[in-house]
């Protein structure tokens, strides 16, 4: 069995994630799919989707450090929209993300959530997910 479903985002800044796992944990839930996995999809080019910590709020704070220090919003870009970082970042943390599903429920580890992470805000932005498995 395939379901299909989306989240919608509003993001407030430039660069953040937000904790997409209730929504995705109550989706799940709806689709009475017991076992097989969801892929978390974001249908934008300059936004990815993670699984990280989500105990200590430094996670999200250093995640966004490296990707500035790896690839800095100024520098010397061609794409003159001024979001040539944005796409580099979310190509480098990806665009999407498989969370296994046991029982009817999202299996993650302890520390564990689902990030939708944001480049180039603020936005509206939509995640697709993909749920596969067997009642």
Known sequence: MIKHSEININTFKR????????????????????????????????????????????????FFNILENLVPKLNSYYH?????????????????????IKNGKIILGTWQSVYFCEFDGPRNRKISLTILGEN
């Open 15 to 62: 660069c953040q994630w937000i904790d997409i796992t209730p929504q995705i944990m109550h989706i799940v839930s709806e689709t009475n799919i017991k076992n097989g996995f969801c892929i978390a999809a974001s249908l934008h080019t300059t936004a990815g989707i993670t699984i990280n910590e989500n105990a200590d709020p430094d996670v999200e704070r250093d």
């Open 80 to 100: 003159t929209e001024g979001n040539s970082d944005s796409h580099a970042k979310a190509s480098l943390v990806g665009f999407s993300t498989y969370i296994p």
